[in-house]
C-alpha cells in the first residue's frame, strides 16, 4: 500500500502507523458528557466502501493526516494534513 | 520401462554439444545444457515420473512450465532438500540430484497405489463422512493413518544455509512476460524514455515464440529485441524472476531465483532475491496456458498438452511420442501434430469440430497427419502408460461420444481443448474475470484497474502479429501515461508476422461423455489433487453449490499448480450441473502467490536474531567490560546482573538488592522515554494530558506523573521536570515512549492545534543513570561538580544543572527504589564518561553495580506501579493513585473513569503479598483465590510481580487482588496452576519498604 | 575549602567505538564511515510565526530557508533539513549551535532542542551505496529523484533513517540514524553487503 503524505511524497505503508476512524466527532476537552465520549471512544460505523481515517508518518515527518480511502477497492482518493486546517507554514500551505 | 532415447539431432535451442549428468530416483542420467528436468527426463525416454496425491496413480510430464500438475520431485538432499518441485521449471545442471515423492517402496511399484482400488471411500469430502464410525473417537484413529498417508514431499527440518536479500524496486513500466507482446511493449516503452524492468519467469526471452521451430524469423526478431533492451540503459531484464503477487497501489511481489540452475556449493550462498517493486504502469504480457479436455483414463502417463509437446519438440529437441495422437477442439493443434509429424511421429489429429481449418489441416495432411473432424477420444487406456485411446464420433450438441468408437494404439495423447489467459496479477485484488463466449474463457473485460493494460494472448490475441502489435500499443500508451512523449518513427516498428492466427473459431467442449451421456470414470479434472468429475458431481449433489465451496469441498485448484489447467473446466461442469451460464456461476478469489515462493524469500535477512534491530544504550561497551549480562526488554539490550564468580542470576540480584540498601548502587536507566515539552502553552498542555496539576510545579522541580488513556484507563506515568518557565523535561516508561510520543502528536496535530506546544523525543539524546542508597550523597559529593546534592540545596523533587567530571549534566533527585538516590541525565556521547567517572569513585563508598533484575526487586520492595501493573485494564484508583487526579481541570479520561464499571468496590486493586511460609515462593502470574475455596476460574486476581526481598526476609509479591484494599490485613491463596502449589499469603500494603517515604526525603 | 578546578569537557564518544574507528570497504570501492557530528538541534515553529523563524535561522547562517520537506540547504558549516513543515534539523559542523540558536528565537515564537548527541551519520559513498540502501529503504533513491543535495525520512529495517545524497561526492550519501540504533544499523549494513556479494559477481555485484 503506498499513501501519498503531503510533506514527503508517495510512501511505502511501512513507513506509517494506522492511527484509527477519523469520521468520529471528537467532544471538546472540557465535555463532561459521559455519552458522548462513550461513543466518541467504542462507537465505529466500520463502512463497507468510502472511509476517513488517520495515519501517521512516523518514519518520515511524523505528521498525522487523513485519508480518505475505499475499504473494499484500497482506492485512496485523497490525503490532507491533519492540521492543515490551520495552515502549515511556508511553502506548504495548500497541504 | 524406459523408451529408448527420444531426442533428436538438429533440432531444438539446447546445446546439443554439452552433455550434462543427473541422477532421477538414483539412476544416472545425461542431458543437455539448456534442458528441463523434464524434457530431460523424457529425452531418456522416463515416462513415469510420480504418483498422484490422493489415489497413487502412476503419472507422467503433463505440461512445460509452471502449470505442470504431475511432475512434481524432490530435488537434492540434506538442508538443500526441496519437496514438491516441478520438474518442467527446474533447469538442468551437473550433478543434479531428483527423485519422485509419494511413493513407496519405488515409483514402479508403490503400495499406496491400493488407495485407488478403495477410491469409492475416499471420494471429495470423505474425511466428514468415511471413518466416521462405529464411536466418537474411531476417526481421531483413522486420522493417524490418514495424516501419515497424506502430503507429498517431505520437507527438511534443517535449517536453510543459504542467504536471503530482499529489495525495494522503482521503475515507470513493468513489463510482466518475456514473449512477443512482454518483448515489444518493453522495446516501445523503453524507446519513448521510460525507465523499464521487464520480468521473465524462465531463463529464456521469447515466450510463445520458443515453441516454434528453432532457427528462424521468430528467433531473429527475438534476438534483435533483445540486443536492444540490454544496451539501453533504462531498461532492466529480470530473467529467472517470477511476479509472484500483486499488492495495492502498484506495488509487487517479485522473487528472482539467482542460484536454482546451478549445484549448491559446500558455503551458504545468496539464492533469492525479494523484489517489491512499485510501477507506475503495468503490462502483463503473461500469455495464456493450454486447457485440456476432460474424458475417461486422461492422466496416464503419456497424456500431456499439445502446446507442451509441440515445445518439448521444438525447443527441448525431444520428439515425446512415435504414434501420436492429438485430440482438440481449435486451431493451435494442428501445428502441433504438423510438426510432431515432420519430425518423424505418425500422427492423427481428431477434431471435435465437425469442419476442420482448411489451410491448417492441409498443411498438417501434407505433413502425413491422419485428421478426423467431428470425432473426439472417448477414453485413454494403459497401465503405467498410455498405450491405447478410443476414438468416438462426437455429437458436439450434447458433448457426447458415440458408440461404439474404434481403438486406436498410441504412446502420446496431446489434449488441447483451448486457451486461458493468464491474468492472475490482474485479478488478485477483487477485479472480476469477464467470460468471453466466442474465446469461451475468461478475459480482462472492458475496464480493468487503474495502472494495468494487458497485452498479447493474456488480452486474448492469438497470433503472433496481433500479440506484436498489441504489446507495442500497450507499451507506448504506458510510457506516455507516465509523462513521456511518443518516440520519433514509433510506428515503424518491426512487427513479426508468421501467419499464424486462427481460421476457424473454438468449439466449448469440457467433457467427453459416454453415449448415455454420464461422465465416464477416471475422469481427472485437478490432476495434482485427484480430483474427477465425479467428485463435482459429488458437491453438487451434497448441495456445495457456489464455486466457493466446491473448490474448498473438493479441494480443486487448492494444490501447488493452483489449478492452472482445471479451474475454467471446473466452472464449465458446475455451470451444466446447475443449468446455467459460466459468468453466472462466478469465480473463485485468486490470491498471491502465483508459482510457490521459498519463505526465505519472504524472511530475507529478517531471521533469528535478526528479526529486528536491538536498540543499545550508551553505557553498553562499559556494562560488557564490567561483567553484566544482558537481557532483551522488547527491543532494547539491558544490562540484567552482575554475577561475581559461582554467583547465578538468583544470587546476584538478591546481593546487588540487599547491598544497595545498605551502600549506594547504580543502574542505567537510559532507555526511559524522554521527551522535550516547550511552548508558551505547556503547562496547559500538561495539566490535559496528566491526571495531576503542573502550572504551579516551580522551576527546578520535578513531579511524578500519571496519564490516562481516553476510556479513563492509565496509560503511562513518568516523571516531568520544569527546566524553565515553558520548558518541560518529561519522562516516560521505556515500553511506552513510541506510543506516548504518538498521542502527544496526535493530540497536537487533530485537537488541540491552537497550543503552542512542540514535543521533541530526547530519548537518545540523554544518557541517564539513576544512583541510590544511603550512602549516594557521599559518593555524588566526592565526583568533582559543582552542583550542591545537599538535601537542603537540591530537595527531594528537585532538579539541577552543571557539570560533573566535566561532563555535563542534569541531576533529578528522584527514586525508583525507595532510597535516597538521583536519575543523572548527561548527553549520550558522554554517557560512558559519566558510568565511569561514578565507578571510579564509587570504589570509597561500596558503590553496586545494579542491574534491572535487581532494579526491579527494589521497585516490588518499594511498591510503585511499573509495567506489569499499568496493563490497559487498571484504573487510576486500582492502582491505589486516586489522590492523584486533580478535580480543577479537565483530563483526558477523566469523564469515562466515571464510568460505574471502574469505580466499583471489588475491582481488582493494587496490593502486596506475603507468603505465610516464609520459605514459600510465590510465583508471578499465580491465580489468587479465597483461603477456604478450592480455586476457580480466574479467581479474584493475580501476581503481578514477585521477587525475593532481603528486607522482608521471603518473596513477595505484587498482585490485583479484588476489593484488594479492604482484604490488607487477611489472607488469600496464591495458585500456580501450571506447578499445582497452593500458597497461603497475607494482603498488604503494596510499600513494604519505607511506606512514609522518609528514605527518599533524606 | 580547596578549590575545584573546572575539567575541561572531554570528547564525547562514539555509539560506534566497539566496531569501527575508520572506514570500513562493503563492497570494491563502497565505503561506509562515521562522519561525527559537531551538534545538531530541532528548531520548530508556532503555527503563525513558522515564516519569520525560519526566515532568522537563515539569516543567522546565511542560507536559503528550505522550501519544502526534500531539499537540504546550507552552506559549508550548516546544514538545515525542513523534517516537517514547522521544523528544521539543522546540523553543524562546529559546536555551539544550540546557544547561537536559543539568542536568536524567542519563546513566543519558536522552540530549540538541544539534540547533538541523539543521532549518528554515516557517509556512504561508492558505487552501488543506492543499491546496497535499496536493500532496506522503500523510497526511490535513484539520481532522477533523488538528487544531489535532497533527502528522504523514511526506515530501514524499522530503523528510522534519513537519507541525504551529498553534493560533495558522486554516489554519496549521509545517513542519519537514532544513537541507540547505531550498532544495528551498521550491523545490517554490513551483513546485507556481505550477502549481496555472495554471488558468482562477488564485491562487485552491487555496482550493477
Not at chain 2, 486474448?460 to 518516440?487: H, I, M, N, W
Not at chain 2, 486462427?502 to 485437478?526: H, I, M
Not at chain 2, 546481593?655 to 549506594?664: I, T, W
Not at chain 3, 538545515?80 to 519563546?107: D, H, K, Q, Y
Request: charge should be neutral; proline fraction near 5%.
Amino acid at each position: 500500500m503506498r499513501i501519498e503524505c503531503p510533506c514527503c511524497g508517495l510512501r511505502d505503508h511501512r513507513e506509517f502507523d494506522y492511527g484509527g476512524d477519523a469520521l468520529r466527532q471528537r467532544p471538546a476537552h472540557n465535555d463532561t458528557d459521559i455519552d458522548r465520549w462513550s461513543d466518541y471512544v467504542f462507537m465505529r460505523r466500520n463502512p463497507s466502501g468510502l472511509h476517513r481515517e488517520f495515519w501517521q508518518h512516523i518514519y518520515g515527518c511524523r505528521q498525522w493526516i487523513v485519508v480518505s480511502r475505499d475499504t473494499v477497492s484500497h482506492q485512496i482518493l485523497s490525503v490532507c494534513l491533519a492540521s492543515g486546517a490551520h495552515g502549515a507554514g511556508q511553502g506548504l500551505e495548500r497541504a | 520401462m524406459a523408451d529408448a532415447s527420444t531426442r533428436l539431432g538438429g533440432y531444438g535451442r539446447i546445446d546439443h554439444g554439452k552433455p550434462v549428468s543427473f541422477t532421477f530416483n538414483g539412476r544416472k542420467m545425461t542431458g543437455r545444457a539448456g534442458d528441463t528436468l523434464a524434457s530431460a527426463l523424457l529425452a531418456n525416454g522416463i515416462r513415469l515420473v510420480a504418483r498422484s496425491f490422493k489415489y497413487h496413480r502412476p503419472r507422467g510430464i503433463y505440461a512445460m512450465g509452471v502449470d505442470e500438475p504431475n511432475a512434481l520431485v524432490t530435488l537434492n538432499t540434506g538442508a538443500r532438500t526441496e519437496p514438491n518441485t516441478q520438474a518442467t521449471t527446474v533447469y538442468l545442471y551437473e550433478g543434479l540430484s531428483a527423485r519422485s515423492q509419494n511413493c513407496w517402496p519405488s515409483l514402479g511399484f508403490d503400495a499406496m497405489s491400493i488407495n485407488d482400488k478403495f477410491s469409492r471411500f475416499l471420494a471429495a469430502g470423505f474425511y466428514y463422512k468415511t471413518f466416521m464410525g462405529p464411536t466418537r473417537k474411531s476417526w481421531m484413529f483413522y486420522e493417524h493413518f490418514i495424516r501419515k498417508a497424506a502430503g507429498m514431499g517431505e520437507a527438511t527440518t534443517l535449517d536453510d544455509p543459504d542467504f536471503y536479500e530482499k529489495v525495494h524496486g522503482f521503475c515507470d513500466v513493468m513489463v510482466v512476460g518475456g514473449g512477443p507482446a512482454g518483448l515489444s511493449a518493453a522495446v516501445n516503452a523503453a524507446r519513448a524514455g521510460a525507465c523499464v524492468v521487464l520480468v521473465e519467469q524462465s531463463p529464456d526471452l521469447g515466450g510463445g515464440l520458443l515453441n516454434m521451430p528453432a532457427g528462424g524469423k521468430a528467433d531473429r526478431w527475438i534476438a534483435k529485441q533483445v540486443a536492444f533492451l540490454r544496451e539501453a540503459q533504462n531498461v532492466r531484464i529480470l530473467n529467472r524472476c517470477s511476479v509472484f503477487g500483486s499488492y495495492d497501489h502498484g506495488s509487487f511481489g517479485l522473487v528472482e531465483r539467482l542460484q536454482d540452475h546451478v549445484f549448491p556449493p559446500q558455503k551458504a550462498v545468496l539464492r533469492q532475491r525479494m523484489w517489491t517493486m512499485r510501477a507506475r504502469r503495468t503490462i502483463l504480457a503473461t500469455g495464456a496456458l493450454e486447457r485440456p479436455i476432460v474424458f475417461g483414463g486422461n492422466d496416464l502417463p503419456g497424456v500431456m498438452l499439445a502446446s507442451a509437446a509441440r515445445g518439448y519438440l521444438n525447443h527441448f529437441s525431444v520428439l515425446a511420442g512415435r504414434k501420436v495422437v492429438v485430440f482438440t477442439n481449435n486451431d493451435s493443434a494442428y501445428l502441433t501434430a504438423s510438426d510432431m509429424a515432420q519430425a518423424g511421429a505418425a500422427v492423427t489429429l481428431v477434431d471435435a469440430r465437425p469442419i476442420s481449418p482448411s489451410v491448417a489441416c492441409a498443411r498438417a495432411e501434407k505433413s502425413g497427419v491422419t485428421v478426423r473432424s467431428g470425432h473426439a477420444v472417448a477414453q485413454a487406456s494403459g497401465r503405467k502408460r498410455i498405450t491405447s485411446v478410443k476414438i468416438a464420433q462426437f455429437d458436439c450438441e450434447n458433448g457426447t461420444a458415440r458408440d461404439p468408437g474404434k481403438v486406436m494404439q498410441c504412446d502420446l495423447l496431446c489434449l488441447s481443448g483451448g486457451w486461458n489467459p493468464t491474468l492472475h496479477l490482474l485479478w488478485q485484488h477483487g477485479g472480476k474475470p469477464v467470460f468471453d463466449d466466442a474465446l469461451a474463457t475468461f478475459v480482462p473485460g472492458a475496464t480493468i484497474e487503474d495502472g494495468f493494460s494487458v497485452a498479447g494472448s493474456a488480452n486474448g490475441r492469438y497470433s503472433t502479429l496481433d500479440c506484436v502489435l498489441d504489446g507495442q500499443a500497450k507499451g507506448l500508451e504506458a510510457a506516455q501515461a507516465c509523462g513521456f512523449d511518443l518516440p520519433d518513427g514509433s510506428d515503424d516498428y518491426p512487427a513479426l508476422d508468421l501467419t499464424d492466427g486462427w481460421e476457424t473459431q473454438l468449439l466449448p467442449v469440457w467433457e467427453v461423455c459416454d453415449s448415455a451421456g454420464k461422465s465416464q470414470k477416471k475422469a481427472f479434472v485437478d490432476l495434482q489433487h485427484d480430483v474427477s468429475v465425479s467428485d463435482l458431481a459429488l458437491a453438487h449433489r451434497e448441495g456445495y453449490v457456489s464455486a466457493e465451496h466446491l473448490k474448498r469441498y473438493t479441494t480443486l485448484g487448492m494444490a501447488s499448480d493452483q489449478g492452472k489447467t482445471a479451474n475454467v473446466i471446473a466452472l464449465a461442469l458446475l455451470a451444466k450441473h446447475r443449468g446455467q451460464t459460466i459468468p453466472e456461476v462466478g469465480f473463485t478469489t485468486f490470491r498471491p502467490p502465483f508459482t510457490p515462493v521459498a519463505v526465505g524469500a519472504l524472511a530475507g535477512h529478517e531471521t533469528g536474531p535478526n528479526i529486528e534491530p536491538r536498540r543499545h544504550t550508551p553505557m553498553r561497551q562499559w556494562h560488557l567490560d564490567n561483567g553484566a549480562k544482558f537481557i532483551e526488554t522488547g527491543i532494547w539490550d539491558r544490562a540484567w546482573y552482575y554475577p561475581k564468580p559461582g554467583e547465578d542470576i538468583e544470587a546476584a540480584y538478591i546481593r546487588e538488592a540487599r547491598e544497595l540498601r545498605k551502600s549506594v548502587g547504580v543502574v542505567d536507566v537510559s532507555t526511559l522515554g524522554k521527551i522535550d515539552v516547550q511552548g508558551p502553552d505547556a503547562a496547559e498542555f500538561l495539566n490535559r494530558v496528566y491526571v495531576n496539576g503542573w502550572s504551579k510545579l516551580p522551576v527546578g522541580k520535578a513531579r511524578y506523573g500519571v496519564m490516562l488513556r481516553e476510556d479513563g484507563m492509565v496509560f503511562d506515568d513518568g516523571t516531568t521536570t520544569r527546566l524553565s518557565e515553558h520548558h518541560y523535561f518529561m519522562t516516560v516508561t521505556t515500553a511506552g515512549a513510541g506510543a506516548v510520543m504518538s498521542y502527544l502528536e496526535f493530540l497536537l496535530q487533530t485537537c488541540w492545534s491552537d497550543l503552542k506546544v512542540e514535543v521533541t523525543s530526547a530519548t537518545d539524546q540523554w544518557a541517564a543513570v539513576a544512583v541510590s542508597g544511603p550512602k549516594t550523597r557521599d559518593l555524588l559529593s566526592s565526583i568533582d561538580s559543582d552542583i550542591d546534592f545537599s538535601n537542603e540545596a537540591l530537595p527531594f523533587m528537585g532538579a539541577a544543572e552543571g557539570t560533573m567530571a566535566g561532563l555535563p549534566v542534569r541531576a533529578i533527585r528522584i527514586t525508583f527504589t525507595g532510597e535516597l538516590g538521583y536519575e543523572i541525565y548527561t548527553p549520550a556521547g558522554f554517557g560512558e564518561a559519566l558510568q565511569e567517572a561514578i565507578a571510579a569513585a564509587g570504589s570509597a563508598h561500596d558503590l553496586l553495580m545494579l542491574g534491572i533484575e535487581a532494579f526491579g526487586a527494589l521497585r516490588v520492595e518499594k511498591g510503585h506501579v511499573a509495567g506489569s501493573e499499568i496493563t490497559g485494564r487498571t484504573t487510576l484508583d486500582d492502582l491505589g493513585l486516586a489522590r492523584m487526579g486533580s478535580t480543577n481541570k479537565h483530563h483526558i479520561g477523566q469523564v469515562l473513569a466515571r464510568r460505574e464499571a471502574l469505580t466499583s468496590s471489588d475491582r481488582q486493586q493494587f496490593v502486596g503479598l506475603r507468603p505465610v511460609d516464609p520459605k514459600a515462593v510465590i510465583k508471578g502470574g499465580s491465580i489468587l483465590s479465597e483461603p477456604d475455596e478450592t480455586p476457580k476460574g480466574h479467581g479474584l486476581g493475580y501476581v503481578t510481580a514477585m521477587a525475593f526481598s532481603p528486607v522482608v526476609g521471603s518473596t513477595i509479591g505484587l498482585g490485583l487482588l479484588s476489593g484488594g484494599r479492604a482484604r490488607i490485613g487477611s489472607t488469600v491463596n496464591v495458585v500456580d496452576t501450571v506447578d499445582d502449589t497452593i500458597i497461603p499469603a497475607h494482603v498488604t500494603t503494596p510499600h513494604f519498604y519505607d511506606p512514609e517515604g522518609e528514605k527518599a526525603r533524606a | 575549602m580547596t578549590r575545584r578546578e573546572k575539567k575541561p569537557v572531554p570528547d564525547p564518544r562514539s555509539a560506534l567505538a566497539s566496531v569501527t574507528t575508520g572506514a570500513i570497504e562493503l563492497a570494491a570501492g563502497l565505503t561506509c564511515k562515521e562522519s561525527p557530528i559537531a551538534d545538531l538541534v530541532m528548531v520548530s515553529a508556532w503555527r503563525d510565526a513558522a515564516a519569520k523563524v525560519f526566515d532568522l535561522v537563515g539569516k543567522t547562517f546565511n542560507i536559503d530557508v528550505p522550501e519544502d520537506c526534500k531539499a537540504e540547504s546550507g552552506s559549508d558549516q550548516v546544514t538545515a533539513f525542513r523534517v516537517a513543515p514547522r521544523r528544521l534539523m539543522i546540523v553543524s559542523g562546529t559546536p555551539e549551535l544550540l546557544s547561537t540558536l536559543r539568542g536568536a528565537i524567542a519563546e513566543e515564537e519558536g522552540a530549540v532542542s538541544q539534540q547533538g548527541r541523539s543521532r549518528v551519520r554515516l557517509r556512504l559513498s561508492g558505487p552501488g551505496a543506492a543499491a546496497l540502501l535499496s536493500r532496506g529503504a522503500p523510497v526511490d533513491l535513484d539520481e532522477s529523484v533523488l538528487p544531489a543535495g535532497s533527502f528522504a525520512q523514511t526506515c530501514i529495517h524499522h530503523m528510522g533513517v534519513l537519507i541525504h545524497r551529498v553534493a560533495a561526492e558522486k554516489e554519496a550519501f549521509d545517513i542519519y540514524v537514532l544513537r541507540s540504533f547505531a550498532l544495528s544499523f551498521w550491523q545490517w549494513l554490513s551483513e546485507s553487503a556481505h550477502i549481496a556479494t555472495q554471488t558468482p559477481q562477488g564485491a562487485a555485484a552491487l555496482a550493477e
